[in-house]
């Protein structure tokens, strides 16, 4: 009898020490799970982007950036806070062969499950790319490479590239009129190729059935109407005036007269700090020359601005023929209908900036 309540006693001892390393290994493999899943939300899903004023930051990934690249360029703007859970995390989702270039907008909060996404789908930000009226094409390359990633060289030798802007039905001398100043949305990454489609596209959009209409009633094309425009334009920075300066010019046009066109002697000349044409320089040897040929030049003198081109679309009525600049240089016109009047202002004004000692 004390033999099976010995033997009894020892199996119950034997069960209950069994049970007791169940529980503590039960308990060790719930605070591994435990500890790996914090582990896991520290490194994934814990915030680990900081930005300025909480305000997103933009950064920008070129074309062959390696993921030292890539961390260079995050972390030289303090953007992520711990920086060895971003290499792990980016290692284990193979993120240094995955990487998109881009413009990549960073929210403050961010965890790297979702940027480090963000970078190997290349689910990259547009950015707004700007421009105004310019000069000249060159000028425009050089304001598009500082907002594209391809430079202003890979633009340039595009645009000169006379084969493929006729494609578009443009040439050297045209080509201005294709560019349309407005505010557009590109992919950082757009190649030089992208972005000049994507401005012939815009091109033919702007000149739509209506403007096309107002400008068959002025006797116009498009390129015609862009290039009087970059003349008013270059003429006065006054744009409540231009209406009036494109009735002058479609005047003379009418009849048959040089255009004699201030702008488009400089324009000849490449000097755009003349403040004053001199007769010498009016004998300028060039088809932009319109004191020396009839009609309109070959192409715009600059990209002519929206306003402007409108202007030449909704020129005023008038019978003027002449204007020059007021002597009281509020950068305003005089306007006249007669010859007569027209040399009694200008000598108006080659008397003040001759008292002011303006000879060029």
């Keep these: 009898m004390a033999y099976y309540l010995s033997n009894y006693s020892n199996q119950k001892r034997k069960k209950k020490k069994s049970n007791k390393i169940f529980i503590w290994f039960f308990v060790i493999v719930i605070i591994t ?43 030289s703007k303090g953007l992520i806070i711990h920086r060895k859970n971003f290499e792990i995390w980016a290692k284990f989702k193979k993120l240094p062969e995955l990487i998109k270039p881009g413009h990549y907008v960073l929210n403050n909060g961010m965890n790297n499950y979702d ?103 002025l006797g116009l094309n498009p390129v015609e109407v862009a290039t009087v425009a970059s003349i008013i334009e270059k003429e006065s920075n006054k744009i409540d005036e231009w209406p009036v300066i494109a009735s002058v010019y ?5 009849r048959g007269w040089r255009l004699q066109a201030d702008p488009t002697v400089i324009f000849a000349l490449g000097d755009y700090h003349i403040h004053r044409v001199l007769n010498a320089q009016k004998k300028v040897k060039s088809p932009y020359n319109t004191y020396l040929h009839r009609g309109l030049p070959p192409g715009p003198i600059c990209i002519p601005s929206i306003t402007a081109i409108d202007a030449v679309l909704h020129a005023a009525k008038t019978h003027y023929l002449y204007f020059c600049a007021k002597a009281d240089f509020s950068g305003y016109h005089a306007f006249s209908k007669t010859n007569a009047q027209h040399v009694l202002n200008a000598l108006k004004y080659q008397k003040a900036l001759n008292d002011r000692n303006i000879y060029r």
């Design 250 to 254: 479609l005047n003379r046009l009418k």
């Design 33 to 75: 799970i435990l500890g790996l899943g914090y582990s896991y939300y520290e490194i994934a899903y814990k915030p680990n982007v900081w930005t300025f004023n909480k305000k997103p930051e933009g950064v920008n990934i070129p074309q062959g950036t390696n993921f030292k690249g890539l961390k260079e360029i995050l972390f």
């Design 115 to 217: 940027l480090v996404k963000m970078f190997r789908t290349g689910n990259q930000t547009p950015v707004k790319v700007i421009f105004n009226s310019l000069n000249n094409v060159k000028s425009l390359a050089g304001v598009i490479g500082r907002q594209l990633e391809p430079d202003s060289s890979a633009i340039m030798r595009l645009l000169s590239d006379s084969a493929y802007i006729a494609k578009m039905g443009f040439n050297k001398y045209t080509l201005p009129a294709m560019f349309i100043p407005n505010t557009y949305q590109f992919y950082w990454t757009t190649t030089p190729e992208g972005f000049v489609k994507r401005m012939n596209i815009e091109y033919n959009k702007f000149w739509n059935p209506a403007r096309k209409k107002l400008a068959d009633s």
